[in-house]
């Protein structure tokens, strides 16, 4: 790790930083699949924040280092502002959405997906005490809704429906 400790393959840490990886590789394909360049603009400042987040849980408990970003909740914040002004421009959600439509849109549906996980493993690492930035939490769990949002937008701006749920 960051800090010179020697963890195994097995370990929560090596989970987490592999969701994070995983996450991010995905955001560079949906880069490649989605129309909008806004979009791809803020997937391409996305990877850069969970590049920070992966290099920070990787430190641990060494001191701050400011080398790199550190995540915080004006990070948050951003984000929620982020969500609200995209929102704005969906028509309400009446329906559960299954991942689909546009080639774009699926990938930040995988996206989404891969973040929920990371998301549940970042947890089980700071619930141990690894994880000190109390940033990392909400700004995961908010970064799904994000992705699913764009998801939604690249689905409205390409003219492809989102893809609802048929209960039967």
Avoid at 129 to 136: D, E, R, S, V
Wanted: net charge positive; aromatic share 6%.
């Amino acid at each position: 790790m960051g800090n010179g400790e020697r963890v195994g393959k097995e370990s929560c840490l090596i989970s987490a930083l592999g969701d994070l990886d995983e996450l991010d590789c995905v955001i560079g394909l949906s880069i490649n699949f989605v129309k909008n360049k806004e979009i791809r603009r803020s997937l391409a400042t996305l990877q850069n924040l969970i590049f920070n987040i992966g290099a920070e849980i990787a430190m641990g408990n060494l001191p701050s280092h400011r080398e790199f970003h550190h995540l915080s909740t004006e990070d948050v914040l951003n984000l929620e502002k982020a969500i609200e002004r995209i929102e704005k421009q969906l028509s309400p959600l009446r329906a559960f959405i299954l991942p689909g439509g546009s080639k774009g849109a699926s990938s930040l549906h995988l996206s989404r997906a891969i973040c929920r996980r990371g998301e549940r493993t970042i947890v089980e690492l700071y619930n141990s005490g690894w994880i000190k930035n109390k940033a990392i939490l909400p700004f995961m769990n908010r970064l799904s809704d994000f992705l699913f949002v764009l998801a939604r937008m690249e689905n409205k701006r390409t003219k492809n429906p989102d893809v609802l749920w048929n209960k039967n």
